[in-house]
């Protein structure tokens, strides 16, 4: 971290609680879309649609309809969790020896693979997997929804219409890609000025600048009117299809027909006197579900010491997942492009949401004909052959995603992360602290926490006494972190709970658009 950063700074957030529902967002607008839908009399799936969809017009580099991802749903009426799986898949036909192997050493972006010539498996048409948010959103809808779908897409498409402002926020995050922007003529003209700068923002004045998302605002127009159908088989599926493929990718009308969100028996994860329920298969549920198994063996005598106990379960968890996890193994996972949001409505119904592109930015590549931003999910796979996660056409992607509900003590909470590999860390001490110490949502976000994701080392939150951050380098390595917007060397969790008398909302202290928002705001 910079050592040029203030030492007396100080940034606080505070939980919001309510008799009715609760969004807790990455973007407060996208929270109050979702809020707005409660106000309506809508269910939590409704406001994840709104808010899922909005995030993906004020937080394009994050998620979007071209991405995927997976969300755990609660439903209070028969007191049953359900795991919905919207992830991304290889297309089938994907050529191997379009991605041989440079010889130049380590991929400079998210996984330590070995890299491959002109980074064809991270940036650029070839990147692109096969997406299924838009299903992921509709599905849970289809089954428990109350309002038209149409009028839940209508907040999106205003801010498509309006464009996202570019804020101080947005303007570092575009800087960051902008050389890998400016290689594709539809993703330059989108977010760079004049196709190749960075957008530029006033320090001292209030001018405004938004991006033009006009053409995205209409592809979400269709969608409101004929559901996934348009992105899964339709029109708008196979404009996009042929995007990528003009661009020199295999997406196809075939691919995008077969890979639809699915529902699954949830991986329950019983945890002292607390039961929790994660997502089975391909995500970093069942590191969580190792995680929590180990750290039920260890002593916890306060939630200020328990660190050490924290980092050797994730340790022991990490070790199971790099030894045998993937399609058809494992893959090290990383920090990416990732939104989490969760939901609870005045019935107790949940949502805990989690959507990404994977990299930030994606494949850096834009659909023209839609004005999506493409995913890069071929990147989740070793590009190496004979391996247990090497790239394979047609098979499924490997997410870091952990949405996750919780029950303990008497309370209900919908948590998850963005962060890559760092979310399964944040997601099992948060649950821990719900858990072991009757953490409120705002005790346990603003406690210190540490990351473990799969390295030599820990990351331990500098604010940890000096007692502590020795017993942790008795684990492992320690590297002091502080809390910053930017970098940030720790997961972005988002949660809300529901005690059976109020609900309550908290989303990460250092995400700048990160914000809670109850239903019954006036």
Request: net charge negative; proline share 6%; hydrophobic share 45%.
């Amino acid at each position: 971290m910079s050592e040029a950063l203030s030492r007396t700074m100080e940034v606080r957030k505070h939980v919001v609680r309510t008799k009715g529902g609760v969004v807790a967002s990455q973007h407060r607008l996208a929270a109050e879309a979702g809020a707005e839908v409660l106000r309506a009399g809508g269910d939590a799936v409704d406001a994840a649609a709104a808010c899922g969809f909005v995030c993906g017009v004020l937080e394009p580099w994050m998620s979007g309809p071209a991405g995927g991802g997976a969300a755990m749903h609660w439903r209070a009426d028969t007191g049953e969790a359900h795991a919905l799986n919207f992830g991304m898949r290889a297309p089938a036909d994907l050529s191997l020896a379009d991605f041989p192997l440079s010889g130049e050493g380590v991929a400079g972006d998210l996984f330590p693979w070995d890299r491959v010539v002109e980074d064809r498996n991270v940036v650029g048409a070839k990147a692109v997997a096969v997406p299924a948010m838009v299903d992921g959103l509709e599905a849970p809808h289809t089954r428990w929804g109350r309002l038209p779908w149409r009028d839940l897409l209508q907040p999106a498409i205003e801010h498509a219409r309006r464009g996202m402002v570019v804020d101080w926020y947005a303007a570092l995050i575009i800087a960051t890609a902008t050389r890998d922007l400016a290689r594709d003529s539809d993703a330059a003209a989108m977010f760079l000025s004049d196709g190749q700068w960075p957008r530029p923002f006033a320090w001292t004045a209030l001018a405004e600048d938004r991006l033009d998302q006009s053409r995205m605002a209409d592809s979400l127009d269709i969608i409101a009117r004929d559901g996934a159908a348009a992105m899964h088989g339709g029109d708008l599926g196979a404009a996009m299809a042929a995007d990528v493929r003009a661009k020199g990718g295999y997406l196809s009308d075939a691919d995008l027909a077969s890979n639809r969100a699915t529902f699954h028996a949830p991986l329950s994860v019983p945890y002292r006197d607390a039961l929790f329920h994660v997502m089975p298969g391909l995500t970093a549920g069942p590191t969580f579900a190792a995680a929590m198994a180990h750290l039920e063996t260890e002593t916890l005598d306060s939630a200020d010491t328990a660190h050490p106990a924290w980092a050797r379960a994730l340790f022991s968890a990490y070790r199971d997942r790099l030894a045998g996890m993937g399609h058809d193994g494992e893959v090290p996972v990383a920090p990416g492009s990732t939104t989490h949001f969760s939901v609870v409505d005045r019935d107790g119904n949940m949502v805990a949401h989690t959507q990404t592109l994977l990299s930030l930015f994606g494949s850096r590549i834009v659909s023209p004909s839609t004005g999506f931003l493409m995913n890069n999910g071929i990147m989740w796979f070793d590009p190496a052959q004979g391996r247990p996660n090497s790239l394979t056409p047609g098979a499924d992607c490997l997410m870091n995603v952990c949405p996750a509900l919780g029950q303990a003590g008497g309370r209900r909470v919908a948590l998850g992360a963005s962060g890559g590999r760092k979310i399964v860390s944040a997601v099992a001490q948060l649950a821990s602290m719900v858990a072991d110490f009757g953490m409120d949502l705002e005790s346990a976000f603003a406690h210190p926490r540490i990351d473990v994701s799969g390295g030599a080392g820990i990351v331990a939150d500098a604010r940890l006494s000096p007692e502590v951050q020795a017993a942790l380098a008795e684990v492992a390595p320690v590297t002091p972190a502080r809390r910053a917007m930017l970098p940030y060397p720790y997961a972005c969790p988002a949660a809300v709970m529901d005690d059976g008398a109020t609900r309550s909302g908290m989303t990460e202290t250092m995400t700048a658009w990160g914000d809670a928002v109850v239903e019954d705001a006036t």
